[in-house]
């Protein structure tokens, strides 16, 4: 019997294996109110992915409050006062999959797989971002309080 009971619970506990897709996320209005992880986003680190060149290249196409950033982009809102603007639930939606809220946006969908085309084999299956990079950045985005914080005046 205790047998039975263990073949069951391996039977049931199977489909948790740990896989590449992320997670299924509720999409509440325009929002995603659930963060994507237990533990709470860190500001520092969400600063560091927003200002990587090749991580989350947000400054290819935003500016923003980043005085020691050299070459932002001016083809997307400035993320000055992004904090402001939008709750953090906003934001999640924002970062994870924003073609839910502009199907023709130009901004990556940094945390679906499904229904992408022209992604690299490698990394096919394979958010741009994980769960916790996510709430990383928008615990940065949500300290960005200040609209007229921006850099993009500055030479
Ligand atoms: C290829 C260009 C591009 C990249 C890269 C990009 N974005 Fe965006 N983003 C946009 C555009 C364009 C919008 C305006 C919304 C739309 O297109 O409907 C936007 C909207 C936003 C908004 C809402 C802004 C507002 O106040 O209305 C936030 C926040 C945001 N992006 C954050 C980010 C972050 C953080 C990253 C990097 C992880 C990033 N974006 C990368 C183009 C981009």
Redesign the pocket.
């Known amino acids: 019997m205790r047998a039975l009971v263990a073949v069951l619970a391996m039977i049931a506990l199977a489909p948790m294996a740990p896989r590449a897709e992320p997670a299924p996320v509720a999409i509440v209005g325009d929002a995603i109110p659930q963060p994507l992880t237990a533990e709470a986003g860190d500001p520092a680190r969400g600063r560091a ?2 200002v990587d060149r090749q991580k ?3 400054l ?3 500016v923003g409050p980043f005085p020691d950033q050299r070459f932002q ?1 001016d ?5 000055a ?2 904090g402001a ?2 709750s953090s639930a906003q ?1 999640r939606l ?2 994870v999959d ?1 073609s839910r ?2 199907p ?5 969908s ?1 945390y679906r797989t499904e229904g992408l085309n022209r992604v690299a084999p490698a990394f096919r299956d394979k958010p741009i ?1 994980d769960a916790r990079q996510v709430e990383d ?1 928008v615990a940065f ?1 949500a300290t960005l309080q200040d609209p007229s914080a921006t850099s993009s005046q500055k030479p």
């Open positions: 992915i927003v989350g290249l947000c290819l196409c935003h982009g083809m997307a809102p400035d993320l006062g992004a603007r939008w934001l924002r970062i924003g809220l502009n023709d946006t130009i901004m990556p940094y971002l950045v985005l």
